[in-house]
T-cell receptor, first 115, second 116 residues
Framework: GENVEQHPSTLSVQEGDSAVIKCTYS??????FPWYKQELGKRPQLIIDIRSNVGEKKDQRIAVTLNKTAKHFSLHITETQPEDSAVYFC??????????????FGRGTSLIVHP | NAGVTQTPKFRILKIGQSMTLQCTQDMNHNYMYWYRQDPGMGLKLIYYSVGAGITDKGEVPNGYNVSRSTTEDFPLRLELAAPSQTSVYFC???????????????FGPGTRLLVL
């Protein structure tokens, strides 16, 4: 099955700095890569996603890049703000045996933005 | 749209008791999922369903059962609760097209379960 590694597990930055979170995946057939933000005590919510036919996608201060050859994808947050503090999860989705599409999640990165 | 709803929000169980976690979505999504999240850990898939009447095991199915009799509802049953099942449980749903295009996965608010 798919295996997703996420680094770092904790990331501490000053307000205004950039933050980068990296994920690697094992199965080259993975074709959908979402990123979720989970605030303390809340549910995970999608913040951005990218598909295997695209190399980069941007939405205001958030961007995601995908390198299919190296099988890694990254989340970039620019001009970080204290409200960006949360746990971020990456996921890679593949068509499993039987034809179902199931995402595999990384273990999460706790981002702390210091004012 | 209410999205994905879950009940209860919090529950304490004694070892050996059973309970059902309820999950409902009103977005006409075909896929539904149950995850558990332990402190400081990621999301582990317990069971999933690709449509009414079809369910399959995820990564950690032992001690749980599911059913999907309608598109909207996907209850998770815990039989003979054990302390190892203390966790936060999230239900989620998404739409996957016939050509395999996966759309956004939406999560419910979670159920916090404590087994003592």
């Amino acid at each position: 099955g798919e295996n997703v590694e996420q680094h770092p597990s904790t990331l501490s930055v000053q307000e205004g700095d950039s933050a980068v979170i990296k994920c690697t995946y094992s199965d080259s057939a993975s074709n959908y890569f979402p990123w979720y933000k989970q605030e303390l005590g809340k549910r995970p919510q999608l913040i951005i996603d990218i598909r295997s036919n695209v190399g980069e996608k941007k939405d205001q201060r958030i961007a995601v890049t995908l390198n299919k050859t190296a099988k890694h994808f990254s989340l970039h947050i620019t001009e970080t703000q204290p409200e960006d503090s949360a746990v971020y999860f990456c996921a890679a989705s593949i068509q499993a045996t039987g034809g179902s599409y199931i995402p595999t999640f990384g273990r999460g990165t706790s981002l702390i933005v210091h004012p | 749209n209410a999205g994905v709803t879950q009940t209860p929000k919090f529950r304490i169980l004694k070892i050996g008791q059973s309970m059902t976690l309820q999950c409902t979505q009103d977005m006409n999504h075909n896929y539904m999922y149950w995850y558990r999240q332990d402190p400081g850990m990621g999301l582990k898939l317990i069971y999933y369903s690709v449509g009414a009447g079809i369910t399959d095991k995820g990564e950690v199915p032992n001690g749980y059962n599911v059913s999907r009799s309608t598109t909207e509802d996907f209850p998770l049953r815990l039989e003979l609760a054990a302390p190892s099942q203390t966790s936060v449980y999230f239900c989620a749903s998404s739409y996957v097209t016939g050509t395999g295009r996966q759309e956004t996965q939406y999560f419910g608010p979670g159920t916090r379960l404590l087994v003592l």
